[in-house]
């Protein structure tokens, strides 16, 4: 039989192979079929373009504390986070081979994360699903799901946003500051942009959430503008991963504040310092992060009837 092969130049290339039967052997060196070993390689072997397995492989390959902390440079915290408490009582099916062996762990494993939750089996538990109507869903957008729940006698017991899975179930509540939501989707590996069509939802019901969550998306639109030219850089890419952590870990208040962007500023003037990036690209996003925070800060100094001229930054 002949085949058309495209090499790396598009140009067909014809070659010619043979399919007759005896042109194979039809078992392996210890008397197994081939077809026999080929399915059992193909039952246990990952996915290429998949970063899931099965629970066993992924156990095996897991990573502990020290292992992670060494190889990513992440805190204990975040260390702790992305290995266990994303999982909590489901179980862990992310290739830690594969994640482990990529240029940027901690990245892939929260697109791990990610996937195995969009690929999800119900939970037998309906007390942890979203739908269920104690749990008090209001309104869901993707992995985001606003609910509130009532007292018996009709008052107000809790309003929040919760990240659930593909099935609907709980994964966590995202909290109700914005650098923890940020930080709770930044972990998940999930994309905040998909709450946005909750934001007016939640400020109806709580107005303080409502503006946190607003807050936490647009400082997560900020981080992606800054990371978004330097996305092929492997160093530059983990330094601001882990700077994005930095941020999300920091208490800044709902509205932002002339501390808040400071410490912003700080914090991305730190990472410009010490990142390596090999590209121009790399070094003009950050620096253009850093002149659009420092002029909001002017504004909002300006905008202060009792400004101190001298905390103005030159």
């Known amino acids: 039989m002949s085949t058309t092969i495209n090499n790396s130049s598009n140009i067909p290339i014809t070659a010619s192979i043979d399919t007759t039967a005896s042109s194979t052997p039809s078992t392996t060196t210890d008397g197994t079929s081939f077809a026999d070993a080929l399915a059992a390689a193909s039952s246990t072997a990952p996915t290429l373009s998949s970063l899931l397995t099965t629970s066993t492989d992924s156990s095996a390959h897991r990573p502990n504390m020290k292992q992670f902390m060494d190889a990513t440079g992440v805190s204990e915290s975040d260390a702790s986070e ?13 290739n830690w081979n594969a994640i482990m062996s990529s240029s940027d762990p901690i990245t892939t494993a929260r697109n791990a994360t990610a996937q195995m939750y969009d690929n999800n089996t119900p939970n037998s538990d309906p007390t942890t699903n979203i739908n269920t109507q104690s749990n008090g869903l209001i309104a869901q957008s993707g992995d985001f799901a606003l609910q509130q729940t009532l007292n018996s006698d009709g008052t107000i017991n809790h309003t929040g946003i919760d990240l659930v899975d593909n099935t609907g179930t709980i994964l966590r509540n995202a909290g109700s500051t914005p650098d923890k939501i940020q930080h709770n989707a930044w972990l998940f590996g999930l994309d905040l942009n998909q709450a946005s069509s909750l934001v007016q939802q939640t400020k109806q019901l709580s107005s303080p959430l409502g503006d946190a969550l607003s807050q936490a998306i647009i400082q997560t639109n900020a981080l992606d503008t800054q990371t978004s030219d330097s996305s092929q850089t492997t160093d530059t890419t983990t330094t601001l991963d882990q700077a994005q952590a930095t941020i999300a870990n920091d208490t800044t208040t709902a509205i932002p504040t002339v501390d808040s962007i400071t410490t ?13 990036p090999t590209n121009l690209n790399s070094y003009l996003s950050l620096i253009n992060q850093i002149q659009t925070l420092t002029t909001q800060l002017q504004a909002l100094q300006a905008s202060s009837v009792n400004t101190d001229p001298n905390a103005l930054v030159s």
């Open 264 to 276: 912003q500023i700080n914090q991305l003037s730190g990472t410009l310092a010490k990142s390596t």
């Open 82 to 94: 992305l290995l266990y408490g994303v999982v909590g009582s489901n179980t862990d099916t992310r």
